[in-house]
């Protein structure tokens, strides 16, 4: 894959290698099978951001063996249940979902990430029994801008 944005760490002995990235960005763009694969390899990854991209929803499942990912941006994504159950074995605590087409039913799937603390819908209206049914364990934020007053969360 292209990475259209990566962010470094600085190592102890001021090298940095890819194995050492922490944030990698996709964007915009159309991701062939199995395009997650590679991003294994970064033992570091804690964030990923893939919004707009389109990709195959079982590739999401390869994103379970990243074991220090924390924060998955799927805006402007489609999202559909198989993606979604994928993710349920990661050790996500936040995922952001701002103008993804998926739908109530898949939505109530986000459920099955036990690792799961805030999740980011934008506008999105969401019933009151669905909103309900996430009180307590996952802070539900509707507005875009939201992040920027979530909890911060142990890496």
Known sequence: GRYSDVCFSHSSQN??????LEVVQFREQL??????QSLVNLSE???LD?????????DLAQLTKCKRLRVLVLNRCELKNDGIVALSKSSIEGISIVDSVITDEDFTRFHDISSLRWLVVGERSLPVPMRNSFYGAVRIA????CCYGLPKFQL
């Open 45 to 47: 990854l804690i964030v």
């Open 31 to 36: 991701l062939p099978k199995n395009s997650f």
């Open 15 to 20: 090298r940095t290698s890819l194995h050492d």
């Open 142 to 145: 509707e507005t875009m801008y």
């Open 50 to 58: 893939i919004s707009g991209c389109q990709f195959d929803q079982a």
